[in-house]
């Protein structure tokens, strides 16, 4: 068992090796490390969740001295935030929201995960697929920052990333 507190600072050292490289001129993109802060949330009849901060809408929460197990900790750098959200709902107890969309692309993953991190901050949390063109449509803001992260975090696989129909 470890503190939520020092899983929320493993996770955040994690997010901080994230990178992404300009393809032409090799230089690391830093544009997108705003993006990539962790904080504790409560999310409403759930509890203490670890979330993207720039989807909050208010202040974190004070994560205190919850207790978590080691087994929550689950990270892959490709997907950070997916692999957050799935640790989280695992430690959690909740559905599994991410295995709906374990067979998508990295760059679907992530916009995916962070529909769903959004979906449980509003407590919409019973959809398991939230749409993201429901995201853009209802918070123009806020998928605008979704879309600045995904733009930066995939900036050296454009190439690989499927168009939009």
Known sequence: MIQLS????????LLNKCVAR??????????????LRVVPADISGIGIMLVPTFLLPTSP???????VPRSAIRFTSET?????LT???HRL??????????HLSPYQRE???????SALLTNHPHSPEPDINDLQRTNPEHHQLVDEYLFFAFYDQWCDIPKPV
């Open 6 to 13: 020092a899983l929320q600072r493993h996770y955040q050292r």
């Open 22 to 35: 300009d393809d032409a001129t090799g230089r690391l993109l830093s544009r997108h490390r705003d993006l």
């Open 61 to 67: 929460a004070d994560c205190g001295e919850r207790l």
């Open 80 to 84: 950070p935030w997916s692999s957050i």
């Open 87 to 89: 640790s989280e709902v």
């Open 93 to 102: 107890g909740l559905r599994d929201y991410t295995a709906a969309y374990s």
């Open 111 to 117: 916009a995916q995960a962070l529909v769903v991190f």
